[in-house]
């Protein structure tokens, strides 16, 4: 009989309401589901408020000492879960309705990764959410149809099942131990591995939502990590650039001269994009043009 282990990793998070949920779902399976909720490095605070969550025997909670980051603590989550198969979700994600586990278990077996997508509320719940809630839900809430056109590309790390053994052979990359982009380059790792990916509608509703500022510095943050694959693997992978919209425009300008001039112009115009973004009617335009312009002003060699 197919079992799962559902791995959940997280920071500052107590993620009560999700576990509860998902645990009354996993009684109703007929198939061996436990649930594992990993913290990395959490102050004392929170990894207080963890040890006194209600679980049951479908539920572990276990502690690192110190923050590794969101692609060791992964990592640990594989190495730490004994199903057959492994279903990661983020900590401040919502389960929809009472058939989320049932779905994924119905795609089993398979020898690859099942995505199940990202939704967000239907109007952001604090105003200073707004940038990354216009974001995620334009960009990001994408209906599995959608997904499966670009299927790698289209990878998050917030909501996917995969076998345990392809998770063993094909780690996450440990060097990025800042926010950002480990998903992208774990979707292309699957690509260049012809690992099947499968997108289904099967999404968690992302409850969390950072505010403006913070959510700015995740995405500059971020932007390193990606000139730092970018730059790590343009001998052994020169596809990956070619992969990601964002260096391909960066390479695109460095080519015809355009990188420092766009460099500059960021440095002139960053006080009205971070005006706009910061504020009440943020831009996805805007913000686009801000990942370019910081890229090629801080990042792009």
């Excluded at 590794?68 to 190495?79: D, F, K, M, S």
Aim: with cysteine; aromatic share 14%.
């Amino acid at each position: 009989m197919i079992s799962l282990s559902i791995c959940i990793p997280v920071y500052r998070q107590v993620p009560t309401d999700l576990v509860q949920a998902l645990e009354v779902q996993a009684y109703r399976c007929i198939s061996p589901v436990d649930i594992i909720v990993m913290d990395d490095g959490s102050p004392e605070a929170f990894q207080s408020k963890l040890r006194q969550m209600r679980i049951t025997d479908k539920t572990s909670v276990c502690f690192l000492s110190e923050n590794v980051g969101r692609a060791r603590i992964r990592n640990q989550l594989t190495a730490r879960a004994s199903g057959e198969y492994l279903l990661f979700l983020d900590g401040d994600s919502g389960v929809p309705d009472e058939d989320f586990l049932q779905r994924y278990l119905d795609c089993l077996p398979w020898n690859g990764v099942v995505c199940g997508g990202r939704i967000y509320p239907e109007a952001p719940l604090q105003p200073e959410w707004k940038l990354h809630w216009t974001y995620g839900r334009y960009l990001e809430s994408r209906p599995a149809e959608f997904r499966n056109k670009q299927g790698y590309r289209s990878f998050m790390t917030n909501n996917f099942l995969i076998s345990r053994e392809i998770a063993l052979e094909f780690p996450f990359n440990e060097a990025l131990t800042t926010y950002g982009h480990e998903d992208t380059w774990f979707g292309y790792e699957l690509s260049e591995r012809a690992v099947p990916i499968m997108h289904i509608d099967n999404p968690v509703v992302h409850l969390e939502l950072d505010p403006a500022a913070v959510f700015l510095e995740k995405t500059r943050d971020g932007l390193h990590n990606l000139g730092y694959l970018q730059e790590t693997f343009a001998q052994s992978h020169p596809g990956f650039a070619r992969s990601v919209t964002l260096l391909r425009t960066v390479n695109r300008f460095h080519k015809r001269g355009f990188c420092g001039w766009t460099g500059w112009w960021f440095w002139i115009t960053k006080p009205w994009l971070e005006q706009n973004l910061l504020g009440r009617n943020p831009r996805l335009f805007a913000f686009q043009i801000y990942k370019l312009g910081y890229f090629c002003a801080f990042v792009a060699p």
